[in-house]
């Protein structure tokens, strides 16, 4: 994984080889058992068939945290093929809507099927690596597309790597939607507030080129591949931010930070924080690059 070098400690210092699965579909099955937890994605199919018109199987289908359709499709090695694969199958999902939500339905439930968030699809690429026109063909499309580099060190560790993340067209920053009048931010005292919802965005999609922001109606997510933040649209006195990182690491704060697990909200993550201030959000980085770390 780039030049990432993995030791064993065990009785000295031995170097961990790193190594790529024997066929692809032992890649396939390992993520697919553990899904949820490597992509924040929950598991809905293997193998799922097109049709005979189509005459194809996509490798897997899942439902990400904010409700959004995935595709994950794998390569043992280097196939710059699987990219257009990919978006084929991507381009067939949005043309079988209804197929996709009966899916869901059946697996996760009616609620979450009602939920599924069809502006933000996602298509996630996992292979052996990637040349750099690869990257260059992501970055330049429209489509919410995730290169994964995996890598299998020893005989029970697995890396992945997050190599180009982009967000597709459901990313317009706070600033934007505002002045669109697509930011809802009702009787606001002042401006304050809105810009400090700016400036904690920027924050945010600053942490590391993988990051991309997913909008839905209550809240935007900000991923890694699975969601590390989640920012509520501006109140009248506050942005409420919701990271992944334990609320148990944390001294809290009365007034900043607060544990909501187990607390109804919108958005993921149990560590909530409360930006009233540009200090505030000083004070916030380090929280926000320890989720960021995490996912």
């Not at 597309?145 to 790597?161: Q, S």
């Not at 009365?254 to 409360?274: A, I, M």
Request: one cysteine or more.
């Amino acid at each position: 994984m780039s030049n990432l070098k993995l030791y064993s400690t065990k009785g000295g210092v031995t170097e961990v080889t790193s190594r790529l699965a024997e066929v692809e579909a032992d890649a396939q099955r390992l993520v697919e058992a553990h899904m949820e937890a490597l992509l924040g994605v929950r598991f809905l199919a293997s193998e799922y068939s097109t049709g005979a018109v189509h005459g194809g199987w996509i490798d897997s289908l899942g439902l990400d945290e904010n409700g959004s359709p995935v595709i994950v499709e794998y390569k043992r090695g280097v196939d710059s093929g699987v990219i257009n694969q990919g978006l084929f199958y991507l381009s067939w999902l949005m043309d079988h809507r209804a197929e996709f939500e009966h899916l869901v339905r059946d697996r996760l439930g009616i609620t979450a099927a009602a939920q599924v968030l069809w502006s933000g699809p996602r298509l996630i690429c996992i292979a052996g690596d990637f040349t750099r026109y690869d990257v260059h063909a992501v970055r330049e499309h429209r489509r919410s597309i995730d290169l994964v580099r995996y890598r299998l060190f020893g005989t029970d560790l697995l890396g992945l790597e997050a190599v180009a993340s982009v967000a597709g067209k459901s990313g317009a920053n706070w600033r934007a939607r505002r002045r669109a009048g697509g930011l809802q931010v009702p009787q606001m005292r002042t401006e304050a507030i809105a810009e400090l919802a700016e400036a904690a965005d920027e924050v945010l999609l600053g942490l590391g080129e993988s990051v991309t922001r997913v909008q839905r109606k209550t809240y935007a997510a900000y991923q890694r591949l699975r969601n590390f933040a989640c920012v509520i649209p501006p109140q009248q006195t506050k942005v409420l931010v919701y990271l992944k990182a334990d609320p148990k690491t944390v001294d809290l704060v009365p007034g900043f930070t607060r544990d909501v697990t187990g607390v109804g909200h919108h958005g993921t993550g149990d560590l909530e924080v409360q930006l009233r201030t540009e200090r505030d959000l000083e004070h916030a980085r380090d929280l926000f690059r320890a989720s960021y770390a995490a996912a």
